[in-house]
């Protein structure tokens, strides 16, 4: 396995949910990290390491994704791995949904991640062991019902997102996993009750998770993880 010292990783929406469970996941394994959220000066900081780098980032404003990565290079001297993790959850039902709700998923689901990983390539690929870990979804794998259509279909391009990137980045030592979690204890399933009898993942869970694929070596590529907690008959 990859050793974390000294390796720098950028993680998108650390400011809660399950980012900022894989910034404390990171810091404390010895990953040195720079963090990408809308509102720097409300991050919390605590357990994240001394030499914590915090930046300006909005996945709906496009220039914000190569300012970060320019600084986190300037302030490192290096980029060795991003987790794109910010995301939303509109409800776009397949035939009532809302167009404008749509596009604003495609922008944070989609654009946001490509932008960045657009802006941290020349780094990754002079790490020689670049690694890209995107949060996508069990709803980018199947689709529970056409009320979660929008949200499916947005994380449905993230694994197209993940499995190009494995591709363009092989010959340079980046390695692409997408890893796709059920349902987790976070803002986003507030108010969403697990089916009798079964339960919600906790964030430090897919946390280890990230940590996991973080540390693969290049010759064991890990393209998706699946993360269930509970019982489906295809996943
Ligand atoms: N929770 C689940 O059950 C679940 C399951 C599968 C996959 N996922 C995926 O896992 C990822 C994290 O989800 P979560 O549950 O931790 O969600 P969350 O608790 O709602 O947190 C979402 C994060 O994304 C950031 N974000 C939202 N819009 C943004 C924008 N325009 N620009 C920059 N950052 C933005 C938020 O920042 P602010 O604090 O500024 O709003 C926050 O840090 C998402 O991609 C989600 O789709 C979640």
């Not at 987790?83 to 998923?105: H, K, S």
Request: with cysteine; proline share 5%.
């Amino acid at each position: 396995m990859l050793d974390p010292d000294n390796r720098v990783i950028m993680i998108s929406g650390a400011s809660r949910g399950i980012g900022l469970a894989c910034a404390r996941e990171l810091a404390g394994l010895g990953y040195r990290l720079s963090l990408g959220v809308r509102n720097p000066e409300a991050q919390p900081r605590d357990g994240l390491g001394d030499d914590l780098h915090v930046h300006h980032w909005d996945a709906t404003d496009k220039a914000s994704a190569a300012a970060w990565a320019e600084s986190a290079q300037a302030h490192f001297g290096r980029i060795d791995g991003l987790v794109l993790n910010a995301g939303i959850l509109l409800p776009v039902d397949l035939e009532t949904g809302d167009d404008d709700a749509l596009d604003q998923m495609w922008q944070v689901n989609v654009k946001g991640p490509l932008a960045l990983v657009r802006a941290a390539l020349p780094a990754l690929r002079e790490s020689g062991h670049g690694r890209v870990v995107i949060l996508s979804s069990l709803a980018g794998k199947r689709v529970l019902g056409p009320g979660n259509f929008g949200y499916s279909a947005s994380k449905f391009a993230a694994m197209a997102l993940s499995h190009a990137l494995r591709q363009a980045g092989w010959s340079d030592g980046i390695r692409a996993t997408a890893v796709c979690p059920g349902l987790v204890e976070t803002d986003m399933t507030e108010g969403v009750s697990p089916p009798a009898g079964q339960f919600k993942i906790a964030p430090e869970t897919i946390a280890a998770t990230v940590a996991y694929a973080l540390a693969l070596p290049n010759h064991a590529s890990v393209a998706e993880i699946l993360v269930n907690s509970r019982l489906e008959l295809a996943i």
